[in-house]
């Protein structure tokens, strides 16, 4: 009798997600040819295929920031030390990731053996931090450009680079360097800036459901989890196959904390002066991160359309060189017919691959690679007008034979059902591994594998009955690894009941899991 290991289907990534996902992830990231670490502890090369990813993020979330009025801008990398001190909480929040310029120049020192040094030399006056967030350098800016209320609100946006000095790193999901978008705001009133924190959040969850294909719970952070120097902390969080928790996205009410320590006032309607109301907003290059665990498989990566590098790739099969020239001409004239299609209010991204490497090689890196559709065309398929067609959200060997024309007409239709098809597998998901539980016992059971020494993929998320105090977040994280990951919006969640932990009355249930 076989064992189990020998009977596994033999598949592209090893390990398996099952066997060892950690590495598995890893292991997609590199078949894919995303990323890579760099000679610069921490930090990544986000390759061209990963990057392009990032720029259809970029470019379709940049287009809903518009949409809702905001406009680009840029600032600076390096923050005076002394912005930060201006806001006690935000600079301890952040005090042990952040990394620090103290020089201004380097000087060549001769040594002993002959060889030459460089050495740091002209002190600053005043250190700088590369910024880990920028509240602090834009409160500044936005103190020179207000004056009256008439200047109201300030809606602007950054997309930029931050460090944060990780000891412990991943690709994408947490590096010391990292892309982002910022978006800052400055209000008259109170009840705008909320209104700016709650809007900015639904744009995340949108946009994570719609074009990521990714199912998102949406709530609170506990104070405990709140952004340092924030009163109101709004979150997306996602659930991704190891049944963890990703925090994609989140938005913060500020109060007046920034504007008071940057001194942001206008002069308002009565003539008084006051200080305005501040918002921050953000998501960054972990949402790579978060689709590669939410969607791939042990083949490779699996992308949603909307973002894909390139949505189809089109497979030139030319046994012979007579027909060689035929073929290509087919393929290109039926890219340029796709591209002139319309998906995602974008044109059809699309590939011919002409590179002289064998089908078989070419097909497993595009598989590898996610590409949601590909399209092989041969000769023979020429004389029949037709092409074969494979979907990578289906079974690696399966292919249909479909008239061009045909094809054509409907491949808008079938990028839709692929979109679609993976935010329903998602949601599926993370329905069937999110588990309401009501005792202590019982919640203990949910999170601890049945074999410490065998990696597994256990847990979910824990919808509880809650009263407890921070000191018994702290608790729970020590002992099993877990936070809460939101206290979720909606009706349904303000169920009274008995705490799980405390025993107390409750007046809402909450999401606890473990989390990246």
């Known amino acids: 009798m076989s064992n189990a290991s020998s009977a596994q289907p033999k598949t592209a990534i090893t390990p398996t997600r099952q066997d060892d996902f950690p590495e598995w992830y890893q292991q997609v990231v590199k078949a894919a040819d995303m990323a890579e670490n760099s000679e610069v502890r921490g930090c990544m090369v986000i390759k061209p295929w990963g990057y392009g990813i990032w720029e259809n993020i970029q470019q379709q979330m940049d287009r809903m920031f518009k949409e809702t009025g905001h406009s680009n801008a840029y600032f600076p990398l390096l923050i005076p030390l002394s912005y930060l001190a201006k806001e006690a909480a935000h600079v301890e929040g952040f005090a042990k990731e952040c990394a620090v310029v103290t020089h201004h120049r380097l ?14 030399a002209g002190e600053l006056t005043e250190p700088y931090v590369i910024r880990p967030t920028s509240e602090t350098i ?55 800036a909320i209104a700016e924190t709650e809007q900015m959040l639904g744009v995340y969850e949108t946009f994570v459901r719609d074009h990521l294909a990714i199912p998102v719970i949406t ?21 991704v196959q190891d049944r963890k928790a990703i925090q994609a996205g989140t938005s913060h009410f500020l109060g007046q904390n920034f504007a008071k320590a940057a001194g942001i006032q206008f002069t308002g309607r009565t003539g008084s002066r006051e200080h305005a109301w501040t918002t921050s907003w953000g998501a960054s290059t972990r949402l790579i991160g978060t689709l590669i665990m939410a969607h791939s498989d042990d083949d490779g990566l699996v992308l949603p359309p909307r973002i894909a590098t390139q949505q189809i790739v089109i497979l030139p099969v030319t046994p012979k060189e007579d027909t060689k020239a035929a073929v290509l001409d087919a393929c290109n004239a039926l890219a340029k017919e796709l591209r002139a299609l319309t998906f995602g209010r974008e044109p059809l991204r699309v590939q011919v691959d002409r590179r002289d490497l064998p089908g078989g090689t070419r097909n497993w890196d595009w598989i590898k690679k996610g590409v949601p559709i590909r399209i092989e065309i041969g000769p023979r398929d020429l004389e029949k007008g037709s092409i074969a067609v494979a979907r990578r959200d289906k079974g690696i ?7 061009t024309a045909e094809f054509v007409s409907k491949a808008v239709s079938v990028l839709e059902e692929i979109q679609s098809g993976l935010l329903d597998r998602a949601t599926a998901f993370r329905d069937a591994n999110t588990v309401r539980i009501e005792t202590r016992e019982a919640f203990e059971a949910f999170f601890t594998p049945e074999n410490p020494d065998k990696p597994e993929i256990h847990g979910g998320f824990a919808n509880v009955p809650w009263a407890g105090s921070a000191e018994d977040e702290d608790a729970l ?22 705490c799980f932990y405390t025993g107390q009355p409750s007046v809402r249930r909450v999401i606890f899991a473990k989390a990246y």
């Open 219 to 239: 709530g609170e952070k506990t104070p405990r989890e709140r952004f340092p120097g924030a009163d109101i902390t709004l979150c997306i969080e996602a659930m």
């Open 107 to 120: 000087e060549s020192v001769k040594q002993d053996d002959g060889s030459v040094k460089l050495v740091p």
């Open 397 to 403: 060997k399966e292919k249909e034979f479909v008239a």
């Open 477 to 498: 994280q020590k002992q099993l690894g877990v936070t809460i990951r939101c206290l979720p919006f909606g009706d349904r969640w303000q169920e009274p009941g008995t």
């Open 138 to 192: 834009i409160g500044a800016a936005f103190a020179r450009w207000v004056e009256s209320y008439r200047d109201l609100p300030l809606l602007i946006n950054q997309w930029a680079n931050v460090m944060r000095w990780e000891m412990r790193t991943r690709i994408f999901l947490r590096t010391a360097e990292f892309l982002w978008q910022e978006g800052h705001t400055a209000h008259e009133t109170k009840e705008e």
